[in-house]
């Protein structure tokens, strides 16, 4: 089945340690995302691709980073991570023609000691 | 920028009708979509209105009025099962979703 997966599912730091959160997609899809879902709170978009083109949010904190280095894959990389960025990140995928659907994937849990 | 606002919570009983209800500020609208999301699980699509009206998808309707910048989820014959978080989101532009708060709905026997 066509699907978007994300690695690891939970990812324990500690604070300062570098993290990378990995998401593949099999639906070839022009457009991923990168949402922070907080404990009941709303998934908040940090950032999203168009293809190779990186799109920022503007209060996105330059601690988090992004690859894209093929259709098929994009990374989150959070550089020193602190307590405060202890949330579920949530990857989501969109064919790009036209507001519609977000296939999400599963998620990773970050815990920041 | 944007906002959404929808009720934190509702409660319903099996086999009822509950509406949420979501009101909106935004600049480069494109529709409104809903979404649920069970406790540790991942948003899943249910409906996206671009034009004003009713959609209806099985137990689930959605409506949007674009002159009033509301829009509503209608979850009809409650199961158990539907008790989640449902969220309104924005698409502000051709790609950029943005969600809402969130409303948690508990259905209870």
């Known amino acids: 089945d066509a699907m978007v997966i994300q690695n690891p599912r939970y990812q324990v730091t500690q604070f300062g340690k570098p993290v990378t959160l990995s998401c593949s997609q099999t639906l070839n899809h022009n457009v991923m995302y990168w949402y922070q879902q907080k404990s009941s709170q709303a998934p908040k978009l940090l950032f999203h691709y168009y293809d190779k083109d990186f799109n920022n949010e503007a209060d996105t904190p330059d601690n988090f980073q992004s690859r894209r280095p093929n259709t098929s894959f994009c990374f989150l990389d959070i550089r020193s991570p602190g307590l405060g960025d202890a949330a579920m990140y949530l990857c989501?995928?969109?064919?790009?023609?036209?507001?519609?659907?977000?296939?999400f994937g599963a998620g990773s849990r970050l815990t920041v000691l | 920028g944007q906002s959404l606002e929808q009720p934190s919570e509702v409660t319903a009983v099996e086999g009822a009708i509950v509406q949420i209800n979501c009101t909106y500020q935004t600049s480069g609208f494109y529709g409104l979509s809903w979404y649920q999301q069970h406790d540790g699980g991942a948003p899943t699509f249910l409906s996206y209105?671009?034009?004003?009206g009713l959609e209806e998808t099985g137990r689930f309707s959605s409506f949007l009025s674009r002159s009033d910048s509301y829009g509503y989820l209608l979850l009809q014959e409650l199961q158990m099962k539907d008790s989640a978080s449902y969220f309104c989101a924005v698409w502000r532009g051709y790609n950029k979703l943005i969600f809402g708060a969130g409303t948690r709905l508990a259905v209870h026997p």
């Open positions: 989501a995928t969109s064919n790009g023609l036209g507001a519609n659907v977000l296939t």
């Open positions: 209105n671009a034009l004003d």
